[in-house]
């Protein structure tokens, strides 16, 4: 039977290689619109087309997360549900439609989170406009200005991005799934949240790995907030950016203590 700590590090696993996949996607596409921003800059003589430059990147940065979304979901989904079954010595197949309907729910749910990437990217190339008018800059300068944008979007950057984007469509995968699983067998689940101890968690969710388990439906209290789960939208940044904790399911009797 697999321990928690060994069902942690199998979803970092995982974690790690949907994260991988989409940052190199994430520094193309935001670079990509700020070589459209420099040339409709230009173009407008110091004003840029911002509804046809951002409807093209919102429309790259819509299909990079909804195509990873597509695949994370199953790979999460799966992975709680086997964790759970395992520790009841039993195997099932997660149904592929059932996994097609989540998928569907979550895009429909989050169209705002392609929105807001672009939202930022929008924002980091007015402050570089507003900084060259404060310096009496011409368009020329300016347009270097907005250009030189692309050095600060590194990996790091990018990282954060993915691996944000990828811990809350696996939260949220491993959270329906189970409850799905669990309606299904007539079972009563407890979740626990595990943060991966190492010396990058936070207070906070160190904190968690002491605490009790909690019904399945119940919300945990991290940091004095409410959430369903690690990567919960409802949390504030401080509790859900970057973060790599687990959620691990079991029926109300298991002992994670022992």
Not at 11 to 37: C, M, P, Q, T, Y
Not at 61 to 71: D, G, S
Not at 226 to 239: C, H, T, V, Y
Request: with cysteine.
């Amino acid at each position: 039977m697999a321990t928690l700590q060994m069902e942690v590090q199998q979803f970092l696993r995982l974690h790690d290689k949907f994260e991988k996949g989409i940052i190199k996607d994430i520094v193309r596409s935001k670079n990509r619109l700020i070589n459209d921003a420099v040339e409709s800059f230009k173009e407008g003589g110091g004003a840029i087309d911002w509804a046809r430059v951002t409807t093209e990147h919102l429309a790259s940065i819509k299909n990079i997360l909804e195509t990873a979304w597509a695949k994370i979901i199953p790979a999460f989904g799966k992975n709680a549900v086997d964790g759970y079954l395992e520790s009841k010595s039993l195997t099932k197949q997660q149904d592929d439609d059932f996994f097609a309907t989540l998928i569907r729910n979550y895009i429909a749910a989050e169209a705002g989170r392609s929105i807001n990437i672009v939202a930022t990217a929008q924002a980091d190339v007015m402050r570089a406009i507003a900084i060259g008018v404060k310096e009496a800059e011409g368009i020329e300068q300016i347009a270097k200005r907005i250009t030189g944008l692309k050095a600060g979007i590194n990996p790091h950057r990018a990282r954060v991005i993915a691996r944000t984007e990828v811990h809350d469509a696996a939260t949220f995968s491993a959270l329906q799934s189970v409850k799905d699983e669990a309606q299904a067998l007539g079972a009563t689940v407890t979740k626990k949240w595990v943060p991966v101890l190492d010396a990058r968690t936070r207070d906070d969710h160190r904190a968690m790995f002491s605490k009790k388990p909690i019904d399945v439906n119940d919300l945990f209290t991290v940091g004095g907030e409410k959430a369903l789960r690690p990567g919960d939208p409802n949390l504030s940044a401080k509790q859900r950016v970057n973060c790599r904790c687990a959620v691990v399911f079991r029926d109300k009797e298991f002992d994670f203590f022992n």
